[in-house]
């Protein structure tokens, strides 16, 4: 497609319910990146695809959070059990870039997530 | 954790005045970007700036960057209402990127 698009849109949640984000990237691009963002604050990194290798993990909040990429393109970002402080934006981005990020990436318009 | 840090964290200017947002960061870096977000939407890549350039253009954009310093920042002349957003620097880790907490430029007509 043209541009990175994120589904759905909008999510709300109950406290204790999973919930199930998608990100269909670029067609092509190699690195997949899933941030978070709180209300008023820059994204904080969650995850990092090289196709369909998960090759950073490390901004995962807890082992609720999972991310998956399983054929190298379209992507899931599962939460389990959400929480109120789960709450934010999540964003996906694609670049065309393997290892380094030595070009711009593309962002999706986001899943706005609120638990209630 | 976010290594870069904006400066100021808000600015308001009337349309047709320049806007200038400063970033610094702690490590070295390979590359810093800008990137600018309308309200409720995803960020949008404006610029990137090498570790070995001083400066850069854009059409109405500028982007310095003082690696002595770690600090970079970004002009955007002739300001128009459109550019009202959130704007971002990132800077490389690994093989991610790191936001700042970003400014939230206002322009009014």
């Known amino acids: 497609g043209a541009g990175v698009s994120q589904s759905p849109r909008y999510k709300v949640a109950k406290r204790g319910q999973d919930v199930a984000l998608r990100c269909d990237p670029i067609?092509?691009?190699?690195?997949l990146f899933w941030y978070q963002q709180a209300l008023g604050q820059g994204p904080e990194f969650l995850t990092y695809?090289?196709?369909?290798?998960?090759?950073?993990k490390s901004g995962l909040p807890s082992d609720r959070f999972f991310a998956e990429r399983p054929e190298g393109s379209v992507s899931t970002l599962k939460i389990q059990r959400t929480q109120q402080e789960d709450s934010a934006v999540y964003l996906c981005?694609?670049?065309?870039?393997?290892?380094?990020?030595?070009?711009?990436?593309?962002f999706g318009s986001g899943t706005r997530l609120t638990v209630v | 954790s976010q290594q870069g840090e904006e400066d100021p964290q808000a600015l308001s200017i009337q349309e047709g005045e320049n806007a200038t947002m400063n970033c610094s960061y702690k490590?070295?870096?390979?590359?810093l970007q800008w990137y600018r977000q309308n309200s409720g939407r995803g960020l949008v890549h404006l610029i990137l700036?090498?570790?070995?350039?001083r400066e850069k253009h854009s059409g109405r954009l500028r982007v310095t960057l003082d690696t002595s310093k770690k600090s970079s920042s970004l002009l955007i002349t002739a300001s128009r209402a459109a550019d009202t957003a959130s704007y971002f620097c990132?800077?490389?880790?690994?093989?991610?990127?790191?936001f700042g907490a970003g400014t939230i430029l206002r322009v009014k007509s």
């Open positions: 695809f090289q196709n369909e290798a998960q090759l950073d």
């Open positions: 981005a694609s670049s065309l870039a393997g290892q380094t990020p030595n070009y711009g990436y593309t």
């Open positions: 990132a800077t490389d880790d690994g093989n991610k990127l790191v």
């Open positions: 490590t070295s870096i390979n590359n």
């Open positions: 067609s092509g691009h190699v690195s």
């Open positions: 700036i090498r570790s070995n350039e």
